[in-house]
């Protein structure tokens, strides 16, 4: 089934709305996640409308939260989400990096008591649209391995540089650290479908094609898959998104991130608060004029474009073109959601005595 | 053969001396050679020094640089390398991005007109030893194709990250962006050996075991090696790491950047000037007290040294421990060159008067 934009925003907002947001907090965590659906990342939009509310049923998601700095310097702060949604602290925060990059030409946010901050693409491009350099980041509930363990110690923790571009759009790197994202997994699992060798090991540390080998005491694989072929640098950059998003903020890292899912519990002996982020944003005429800088990134997209290709119709695909297709297309057609997502999205609204989707 | 620590830093500041070099500058890239060589970096250590006189020869590299800040705002500049020794000129932009770190909280660097800079750890420690977080990386010779194209666009383009630890050492990922480092290529290459499926294609753009490839049209894999295993995330990685190096700097980029070989002409129509470079440093306690963060960057790393290891023989290391451990082994046993490297190093000497290594 397909719908139109603004038809699943209005939905998602009242439901943020019943759940006791601001009609601001409303407007943008909505904001957020229609974002993800009209890019095509279909797991971070509103397919996980009904995990917000079973956390905030939960009391693990505080809809009114004070937000706000604990720490800071000229350019660096930390905040505190009050266990607020990460689709309204994230933004705040953003905000924070961009004032200060404004004011002294960068600006860097560590965000502890936090929830999950939808996709990352999001708050870095707040960043270009003012000519900005956009960093984003977060840590996530532990599904990922470190080279040479079976154990989950890491989430799929990912990184976005956002870039803004002249006559071509903005180059968005958004990726998880790990070898796949949960929402590929997800799909192979709907689908019943082997996943790759490289994604997953089973518990006792095997490569394997089940998709539902994390049922049974399997982990993802970081990107590289295994030391011959570079884990450890997956695991490197998976481990960096932890610190600086965690260890530098004081919140939870590791194993003891709580779970994005309500029906399991968070470790009972918490080293932070909540999970945490780590935003940042450079003005680019910091470094030289804004044209110059533009210029140089078209003839850098054009040049990358034109690259040799192995096959004549497969050329490159720059970072962020395939988001940018998706969200012309479903500008268009609209978002397609599976009916899984329809009938989870209808039962919400049964509960909160809205609309239903049709 | 195997030499002292003392004995190779010696010969390499005369060398350097005798390319007229001041004494700062030849003591300071002399430094950065032998750190590379202490941690076990062979590719990056004495080994690469006649490289540099060749450069040098072919007027190349400038050994009396007029390294400037061309542009600036109070956390972030743009530095002119002046076709110096990236050996001098990183430290020199690392320097002025911990200054505004300690002034404003953070500092960013970006580099032009620059060559090889050695290990991008040896920067990135710099910061650590202020408390700071250190963040280094630097676009190089094109030797990786992005994902789909068989042409070689982009370095093995390393990024760097360095924390602060409290009793145990840093935690320092210092990574290429491609599925194996240049120098890995090289060993397997004078070992005769073939190299694992996934780090290298032919000129057609299929795997090939060949540790050759390289010689006869072909192009190493960005971390991931192939699609579904998420080389478009190694060539997002290295895409941004060319980005900020050198867009963002006003240096070559892409096929542009100059080889580090002498015998290869760089290309006859620059975008920008020389190799770019990209630092920075943050001050830990800009975002919580140093101590509080020390001691949770030891909680972190006790809890993944202890995270269940597949084998009971092999634990999970921490990025940077096998650094420091070569570090320790060769403090007492001294630094061992292949005959091939001690030759070459003799041949310098030859050249420039000095005494030989024996």
Redesign the interface.
């Known amino acids: 089934m397909t719908f139109s934009e603004p038809e699943l925003r209005t939905f998602t907002e009242e439901i943020f709305l019943a759940m006791g947001c601001s009609n601001a907090h409303a407007h943008l965590a909505a904001d957020v996640l229609l974002r993800a659906d009209m890019r095509g990342i279909d797991s971070h939009g509103v397919a996980r409308l009904s995990g917000y509310v079973r956390l905030w049923e939960k009391k693990r998601i505080n809809t009114t939260p004070d937000i706000k700095i604990v ?8 905040v505190d989400g009050d266990a607020g949604l990460g689709l309204v602290v994230a933004p705040f925060a953003m905000q924070v990096a961009m004032e200060k990059a404004a004011q ?3 600006g ?1 946010v ?1 965000i502890r008591n936090s929830n999950h901050f939808g996709i990352a693409g999001y708050h870095a491009l707040l960043a270009v649209e003012k000519d900005m ?1 956009g960093y984003t980041m977060t840590n996530a509930s532990p599904l990922v ?7 989950r ?1 890491l989430g799929t923790n990912p990184i976005c ?1 956002a ?1 803004p571009a002249g006559k071509y759009p903005p ?1 968005v ?1 958004d ?3 790990s ?2 994202a949960n929402g590929k997994l997800e799909i192979a699992q709907r689908a019943g479908k082997p996943v ?1 060798e ?2 997953i090991q089973d518990k ?2 095997n490569f394997t094609t089940d998709p539902h080998a994390l049922k049974t005491g399997g982990s993802l694989l970081p ?3 295994d030391r ?3 884990s ?6 998976s ?2 998104v ?3 998003s965690a ?4 919140a939870n ?3 003891w991130v709580p779970p994005f899912v309500s029906f399991l519990d968070p470790p009972d002996d918490p ?2 608060l909540g999970i945490g982020h780590f935003l940042g944003a ?3 005429d ?3 004029p804004i044209d ?2 533009k210029a ?2 078209d ?2 997209i054009h ?2 474009k034109s ?5 004549a119709n ?4 720059i ?1 962020g073109e395939p988001e940018l297709e998706a969200e012309i297309e479903r500008k268009k057609n609209g978002i397609p959601l599976v009916n899984a997502v329809v009938k989870d999205l209808n039962v919400l609204a049964e509960r909160f005595g809205i609309e239903k989707l049709m």
Chains 1, 2 share one sequence.
Do not use: C
């Open positions: 720490h800071e310097t000229p350019t660096t702060a930390t002294y030409g960068s860097w560590a350099i391995a470190p080279t040479f363990s079976n154990e110690m540089y870039f180059v790197v990726m998880a650290t070898a796949a790759p490289g994604w006792s540390g990107l590289g898959s011959e072929h570079g450890h640098k997956g695991f490197g950059l481990a960096t932890d610190i600086l260890v530098l903020s004081g890292y590791g194993p080293v932070g450079m003005r680019v910091g470094f030289r110059e800088f140089n990134m003839n850098w040049r990358f690259a040799q290709p192995i096959n497969q050329p490159v695909i970072p």
